[in-house]
């Protein structure tokens, strides 16, 4: 393989730069259900799209799969999404001033 096989062109990339107005993130590649891919007409009719959905599978689109991207905050079980928002950022405010950057195990 190491002397058959061509180099990748480009790197892989499995999430989009984030978005510059929502910060949202876009997942690029699925194999199952397609969370947080957005439901372009490449992602819906290609090829591969058919194929997948021709065996069982799901295409982008639609609320369920939410094709508008995922913030961090925003990931996990639905009862949960939204919550604890607030006392998260009080603790990163807390642990920025308390905690410098730099190697934790230095001595003064």
Known sequence: MRFLALPRLHPLQYF???DPVTGRLQHLDYLVEPFYQAPTF???W???ALGTWLLGGYV???DKFKPKGFLLEEIG???QVGKGKVEMEEWVKILTKE???GCPFKMD
């Open 46 to 48: 290609s090829p591969l």
């Open 42 to 44: 490449w992602n819906r």
């Open 60 to 62: 982008p689109g639609g």
């Open 77 to 79: 079980p639905a009862y």
């Open 16 to 18: 989009s730069a984030p």
């Open 99 to 101: 905690r410098t950057a």
